[in-house]
């Protein structure tokens, strides 16, 4: 089941026809409910692999050397590589929205809580 958010801009301002269009899933993380107005925070969904230092040294050096340039230095820079701690980065900044809606509507889509996914269509119009 698709929910979509809709953003409403003046027509005015619309340059062209073309839209540019994303459509993601977010994964609610936080709810928040005053009684009236109900505000859910939701994160983009989209698994990410740590990825470690040692292998983006790796892997950018091995880039850039001919083979035989690579036998020759590829085993000494994985034995410098080995005394180093290993750090793992992320390489995905992941989307974040927070929604603020009337109950009724909330209530009208379904009533998501915090795990659950959504998808939400966002684009320049």
Do not use: C, W
Not at 15 to 39: P, R, W, Y
């Amino acid at each position: 089941m698709h929910y979509i958010s809709q953003f409403v801009k003046d027509k005015s301002l619309r340059k062209s026809n073309k839209a540019l269009s994303a459509t993601n899933e977010f994964k609610v993380s936080q709810i928040v409910d005053n009684g009236k107005i109900i505000q859910l925070t939701l994160i983009e969904n989209v698994s990410t692999e740590p990825i470690s230092q040692k292998q983006m040294i790796i892997e950018n050096v091995s880039k850039k050397l001919d083979s035989e340039t690579k036998e020759q230095v590829m085993p000494l820079l994985e034995a410098i590589l080995q005394a180093q701690p290993t750090v793992n980065i992320k390489t995905y900044q992941q989307t974040q929205i927070t929604i603020a809606m009337p109950k009724a509507r909330y209530d009208h889509m379904g009533r998501p809580q915090v795990g659950n996914t959504i998808a939400i269509d966002m684009k320049k119009i």
